[in-house]
């Protein structure tokens, strides 16, 4: 990517190829000092504007800054570094990382980035950015070479790899390999998506790939200066985010049947798993605290650390320095309490299991209860007066910035039944989105298939526990919460094994992830591992996707019959 003047070409730090990385260095640093020399204290800004000049530079240290934090490849790592000192040496101010790590809700400390099987989900040693393990590695040079950085949403994925892998896979699909959508409309659908929930962290690293694969810049001022074809998308993607059950055949017609502005079948497949895809991402962006990267607004400062190693300006927008990091729960001493209530949680599932085994349901009693618990997933509500963390205001984006999942909830609105037998991902979805967007049912089958399952036999500090049972609680209840019925499930079950907290997580961060705080993350599963709350958030984030998908295929299915 060249920056504005011709002078940086960035494309070949991505490069596998040390020589070719070597090259792109050495072009880098060459133009980073000629800008800094004409801008130093008592030095002309080379004919370029005084002000011009100075952004510039101010770009491309920053970028820099990110490179030398993130970037797998030691050589570029490195050499950010040598050149950023290089340009503080001439008397210019560099930019520092705001924040401290990935996350706002795991303390860095906690963030661990190379594995060795142990726990539920993981525990980990302390590892940076360039000292994973060969596995390790290969994911993250993956991710670096296919989109340009190692994002935070990728260091806390990480947690758990197998997943992170297929993760990767899809959205590298998804965004980049041929496909129904040119590129830059990809792009332009995700930040469509992300702003329905205020993402400022999805849209902005959207806007900068929308930018870079040649999109128009006027679409960024408000969909309305978007083309009509994205615009017509508007519904759809409300109803996706905030009220799926409403997808009719008719919403499908009204998009596949507009003369000169009409989507094909396989052009809605595509814009429809993206947009699922990006309002479940920023379900986990929300869910885990994701901070914003080094590089974009709010993640890095010109202004000089203080003594103490954070200024006033950090303070105000909530950055503190290392030792004043909310400590979190689950790296704390356990408390009684909170071992009780592994504790509580294993002996019902036990007991569950016992219940099981001796005697079943009736179907009539099964559908009560699942009608049962769905009325009551309505008025699971929160009480907190925290305020989320505050987002640039991105509905610029999006219409209707009233529409959400609160309406529906406050006005007790009935959520209808949706049985998955009658209509299901693995007997209907799945083939549809092949047949129609070839390879990608199957990725996302794998996806799905790997957070459902995915399990290393512990809770917290236990050792050899089944958690099948758990995790089908989790799942259910959020395709409960969207009014979809499995027959063969008891949803008695999910009262016993998820407590009103963990409840009021769910939702927050499945149906409004923007007002997610800190206190609901450390609120639930107290003694529980950090990574295993990750895990969870990655059984909201697939499930969450299933079911949007699940409402959209079944209409396009019914407009196709």
Not at 213 to 236: F, I, R, S
Not at 339 to 365: F, T
Not at 391 to 403: C, I
């Amino acid at each position: 990517m060249e920056e504005r003047e011709g002078e940086l070409r960035w494309d070949g730090l991505c490069s596998r190829d040390a020589a070719t990385r070597a090259a792109a260095l050495d072009n880098v640093g060459q133009a980073v000092l000629r800008r800094s020399q004409s801008v130093a204290p008592g030095r002309a800004a080379g004919g370029l504007p005084a002000a011009a000049a100075r952004d510039g530079l101010s770009e491309a240290l920053v970028r820099l800054l990110m490179l030398s934090k993130r970037c797998p490849f030691r050589d570029v790592r490195e050499r950010s570094e040598a050149i950023l000192s290089s340009v503080q040496e001439l008397g210019i101010r560099i930019p520092r990382p705001l924040g401290h790590g990935p996350s706002r809700f795991i303390p860095e400390k906690e963030v661990r980035w190379c594995f060795q099987v142990h726990s539920e989900l993981y525990a980990f040693k302390t590892v940076q950015v360039g000292s994973e393990d060969a596995m390790m590695h290969t994911l993250f040079a993956d991710s670096f070479a296919t989109l340009g950085r190692l994002d935070n949403v990728t260091l806390v994925m990480v947690f758990h790899p197998q997943y992170l892998e297929s993760f990767l896979k899809t959205q590298h699909y998804l965004l980049q390999m041929d496909g129904p959508l040119p590129l830059h409309y990809r792009h332009y659908i995700g930040i469509m998506a992300a702003a329905r929930h205020q993402c400022s962290y999805l849209v902005n690293l959207h806007v900068n790939d929308f930018l870079h694969v040649g999109g128009d810049p006027k679409w960024l001022n408000g969909l309305e200066n978007a083309p009509q074809k994205l615009q017509n998308l508007g519904e759809l993607n409300k109803m996706l985010a905030h009220r799926p059950w409403l997808i009719t055949k008719e919403h499908i017609e009204q998009l596949l049947k507009t003369e000169e502005n009409s989507w094909s079948l396989a052009e809605l497949i595509h814009a429809v798993v993206l947009l699922t895809h990006y309002h479940s991402l920023a379900s986990f962006t929300f869910g885990c605290g994701i901070s914003p990267e080094i590089d974009c607004e709010g993640g890095h400062t010109f202004r000089p650390p203080s003594v103490s190693n954070y200024c006033l300006c950090d303070i105000t927008n909530g950055y503190h320095g290392v030792d004043d990091i909310h400590a979190s729960p689950a790296a704390s001493i356990p408390t009684t309490e909170s071992v009780c209530e592994v504790e509580a949680l294993m002996e019902k599932m036990k007991q569950l299991q016992e219940c099981r085994d001796e005697e079943e349901a009736s179907q009539e009693e099964m559908a009560t209860r699942f009608e049962r618990e769905k009325r009551e997933s309505m008025f699971v509500c929160s009480s907190e007066d925290e305020e989320s963390a505050p987002t640039r205001d991105v509905s610029r984006h999006f219409e209707d910035t009233s529409y959400g999942y609160k309406d529906f909830s406050r006005h007790g609105m009935h959520v209808p039944t949706f049985r998955a037998q009658d209509y299901s991902w693995e007997d209907h979805g799945y083939s549809l989105v092949n047949r129609l967007y070839p390879d990608v049912g199957q990725l996302l089958d794998e996806k799905f298939h790997i957070a459902y399952n995915l399990t290393y036999n512990t809770m917290a500090m236990h050792k050899d526990v089944d958690t099948s049972m758990l995790r089908r609680a989790i799942w259910n209840y959020i395709h409960c919460m969207f009014g979809i019925r499995y027959d063969d499930y008891d949803y008695g079950e999910i009262n016993q094994l998820l407590d009103r907290s963990f409840k009021v997580y769910i939702k927050t961060v499945v149906c409004t992830p923007e007002k997610t705080t800190k206190r609901m993350y450390d609120s639930f599963w107290r003694q529980f591992e950090h990574s295993e709350k990750v895990h969870v958030n990655l059984l909201l984030v697939e499930a969450r996707m299933q079911a949007e998908l699940l409402y959209a295929l079944r209409a396009i299915t019914r407009y196709m019959t």
